[in-house]
């Protein structure tokens, strides 16, 4: 390998939890260094602190032999170090112009110079292989792969060493991608050092000429693309996986819920069976349309085609509002704890019985206050939720107790089929056993469960059963026995691994 | 201010009588006390019933925009739909030869038809309130002058029975229906399955919706109820004047809202209180019916009483925070 242009060693980062526990690799001048890696192995906090935007703990980077301490995306940028991120930063009542050059527009006697400002424009779209369009067009009404195009744009306008690339082709079609990878050719003949960060393993023999895995923050191994296949580079990232404890099987298993041939925008042709007293995982990686398979079950989300059926009943159903899926018996914990569940500075009360208002109405709609009571004091220690009482705001409370609040609000409504959406995120650890209690004795109870996680290791230890999403295909659907982090891993990345999958 | 809870049963804390309402009552007393020494004749009989006399209209209107702003919503139609209602009462009583009890039922739905117009097209279309109402803003102001002719109909006692004080005790009986107006407003904001409903809405209405409720009908029914409410003060505008007035109401959106936020309900939503806005309503009545009486201009009263709504909602952000305004003066004398 020539002169390093950057060196990471020993890279540590923790926010509430270790991040990044040892991090190492080199990138070389007019080389593509593909990083891959799990949810949560920590990619994006490494992007993150090598372009600026947050500090690391412990450990160095260096730039051409040069100590490296970004800190700011200034900084950053002062030394030549660029990233494009996942999700274009664009203004869409803007013109891709004005967009492009929008922290420097070209001024005469004070007022814009737009003549200047679309020749540049024009330039920076050639660069890229955008000439057809108009820099005078709104972002508004570009796709998303040619947002996605134009925020590479934006970024290489100026001169850069070292680009990182954040997922770029995930919206990108695939003549979109042939450009991308042009361009990337070009600035690799430069003399550019690119980060390129995806899970698409099939793109990595194109573009990139090393490869470093990341495993819970460590980088377990770097090598020449050229010496790994898929298969192989899959290994590397799931590694070993300790067994969970196991869980009797229920004898009396039925059908609660069949997903049949389920379609939207991202989900494509999904199948499934959902039985009372399982636990199901739904592992993938982030966007392979877990949450979207949660939402569409439930209702929250319109489908294109398919269907479900209850129980034994063979009536095809679709749920076109939450209001449907909860009358059927299902409740859904979502993702996104203080945006999607809780009544942020409302009491534990009315967060609770939020669902179940109906239990409590008296004669002119009245509440039954003291029956609320009741009930909500019943599941705040049956849950050990902990708090100075239930008037309390659900604001104080840690996130594992606004999390039981959430679950306690459908229990208290009483569902039998409970969809959680990553339900132990940001939740210490001690909680995190309370709530995997907490579910062996619901399906135990015979309730359905079914758990969207990105912890393979938190599937393992607690489903029966563990169906994986790959790019909104379901990949595979594995008995306890039968299953391993490896496969897990392998089905998760299988839709995007082919060249086909669209 | 209390603090935000130990162990106090929750019945406590949602009560009629909830600490948080002292504050204001404290404001209200102390603007009393303040006239009162300023002027001789403001402490009199005359001047409470005079105010109690002229509050009805803006009182009703004014619980219902606090459910409005609690969904989160804006009405801002409230003055010209209270116009509008009036209007049709005064055409029913003239035009029509209709009994009072007839012309009042149609002058309330007039009202309800315009807040459930608001509410079916902020719910089917989601169009902002702000701009759905603006809509009909004009539209009821519109409606109030081809219901008229443009003219202001004097109707005669007819009607003065409204809000004409009752012999003997001087109140009228408007004030008697906007004082139950607000203690049912309250108690069905704080004890019913549809007030503990329009609090979530207005609090996340994501959650509430990923919950099973319907939120399109708890905003139809809101707007619904604020424009019954606001045909309810054009009833009793209506009997006050004697007379159906098409320019009757202007800027009174205004007033109501003002009212609303003096007495801590949030723009944001998901917070507020119906008795603290009577007492908001009763702040802003004296201080104006008080300024007036210690001699201020017109002008000036406009100035202050700008400043006192100001005054009330930078007051209300230190209320909301880390226990109370107590803790922000202590403040001062710690350092």
Redesign the interface.
């Known amino acids: 390998m020539s002169a390093k242009l950057l060196s990471v060693s020993e890279l540590h980062k923790r926010y509430a939890v270790p991040v990044l526990e040892g991090v190492n690799f080199d990138v070389a001048p007019g080389q593509v260094h593909a990083l891959v890696g799990a949810n949560g192995a920590g990619k994006t906090t490494l992007c993150r602190i090598i372009c600026g935007l947050t500090p690391h703990d412990a450990g160095n980077m260096q730039i051409e032999g040069i100590a490296y301490h970004p800190e700011s995306v200034v900084d950053a940028e002062g030394h030549g170090v660029r990233i494009v991120m996942q999700e274009p930063h664009l203004i869409d009542t803007l013109s891709i112009g004005e967009n492009l050059f929008f922290s420097e527009l070209p001024k005469r006697r004070g007022v814009i110079d737009f003549d200047r400002l679309y020749d540049q424009s024009r330039r920076a779209l050639e660069s890229i292989g955008l000439q057809g369009l108009d820099p005078k067009q709104n972002v508004g009404s570009l796709g998303i792969g040619q947002r996605q195009l134009i925020e590479i744009a934006r970024v290489l306008i100026h001169p850069c060493r070292i680009l990182i690339l954040d997922e770029p082709t995930a919206a990108l079609t695939d003549p979109q991608i042939d450009l991308l990878f042009k361009k990337i050719e070009e600035l690799k003949a430069q003399g550019t050092g690119i980060i390129y960060v995806s899970h698409r393993i099939s793109e990595f023999k194109r573009i990139a000429d090393d490869i470093t895995v990341l495993k819970n923050g460590q980088s377990v191994s770097t090598s020449r693309v050229a010496d790994l296949n898929a298969d192989e580079i899959v290994r590397l990232m799931a590694g070993d996986l300790e067994q969970g404890q196991q869980q009797a099987i229920l004898s009396d298993i039925s059908s609660a819920i069949r997903v049949r041939n389920l379609s939207d925008s991202l989900l494509n042709n999904v199948n499934l069976d959902i039985h009372y007293g399982e636990i199901l995982g739904l592992a993938g990686l982030i966007g392979s349309g877990r949450t979207e398979l949660l939402r569409a079950i439930?209702g929250?989300d319109r489908i294109d085609d398919g269907h479900l059926m209850l129980e034994d009943c063979d009536d095809q159903l679709i749920f076109e509002s939450?209001?449907e899926?909860?009358?059927h018996g299902i409740g859904?914990i979502?993702e996104d704890r203080s945006?999607?569940?809780?009544?942020?500075?409302?009491?534990i009360?009315?967060n609770m019985?939020?669902?179940s208002?109906?239990n409590?109405?008296q004669a002119?709609?009245?509440?039954d206050?003291e029956m609320e009571?009741t009930s909500v004091e019943a599941y705040r220690q049956k849950l050990e939720i902990n708090c100075?009482?239930?008037?309390?705001?659900v604001s104080e409370l840690s996130g594992g107790n606004q999390q039981k609040v959430i679950i306690s609000?459908w229990l208290m409504k009483d569902c039998k089929v409970l969809l959680f959406d990553e339900p132990t995120r940001g939740i210490d650890i001690q909680t995190r056993e309370a709530i995997y209690r907490l579910l062996y004795d619901l399906a135990a109870q015979g309730k359905a469960i079914v758990i969207v996680s990105s912890e393979i290791q938190e599937l393992t230890t607690i489903c029966d059963r563990i169906a994986v999403l790959s790019n909104g295909q379901l990949t595979a659907d594995f008995q306890r026995d039968e299953w391993s982090a490896e496969k897990i891993m392998a089905a998760s990345f299988s839709a995007y691994t082919d060249d086909a999958a669209a | 201010m209390p603090q935000p809870d130990e162990k106090v049963p929750l019945t406590q804390r949602t009560g009629i009588f909830r600490g948080e309402y002292f504050g204001l009552l404290g404001a209200l007393l102390a603007l009393i006390l303040f006239f009162s020494v300023q002027s001789e004749y403001f402490f009199s009989v005359l001047t409470f019933t005079t105010l109690a006399n002229q509050i009805p209209s803006l009182t009703v209107i004014a619980v219902g925009m606090t459910f409005v702003l609690i969904i989160a919503g804006i009405d801002l139609s409230v003055g010209s739909v209270m116009a509008l209602s009036g209007s049709v009462l005064g055409l029913a009583l003239l035009d029509m030869n209709a009994p009072l009890w007839f012309a009042g039922i149609l002058c309330l739905m007039t009202g309800l038809a315009c807040g459930a117009f608001n509410g079916l097209v902020v719910t089917r279309w989601s169009v902002p309130s702000f701009i759905v109402t603006l809509g009909m803003l004009e539209i009821a102001r519109g409606g109030a002058y081809l219901v008229t002719g443009s003219q202001t109909k004097y109707i005669g006692s007819t009607v003065e029975s409204v809000s004409a004080p009752l012999p003997g005790i001087n109140l009228s009986p408007a004030l008697f229906v906007a004082i139950a107006t607000v203690v049912l407003g309250q108690l069905l904001l704080s004890r019913t399955v549809f007030g503990r409903r329009m609090i979530a809405v207005g609090t996340n209405e994501e959650a509430v919706h990923l919950s099973g409720v319907n939120v399109s009908r708890i905003k139809l029914m809101v707007f619904s109820l604020a424009g019954l409410l606001a045909g309810l003060g054009g009833l009793f505008q209506v009997g006050y004047l004697q007379s159906a007035d098409p320019n009757a109401g202007i800027g009174l959106e205004l007033s109501a809202i003002a009212a609303v936020v003096v007495g801590g309900t949030s723009l944001s939503g998901g917070k507020g209180s119906v008795v603290n806005t009577l007492l908001g309503v009763l702040i802003i009545a004296v201080l104006q019916t008080g300024l007036a009486q210690i001699g201020a201009t017109e002008p000036m009263k406009r100035v202050i009483t700008g400043l006192v709504i100001i005054a009330a909602v930078i007051l209300d952000v230190y209320r909301n925070r880390s226990g109370g305004i107590g803790s922000y003066f202590k403040r001062f004398f710690k350092s």
């Open positions: 439930f929250a939450p209001q899926g909860i009358r859904l979502p945006r999607q569940g809780l009544l942020q500075d409302r009491s009360t009315s019985s939020l669902a208002m109906q409590f109405r002119l709609g009245w509440i206050k009571q100075t009482g239930i008037s309390q705001s609000r």
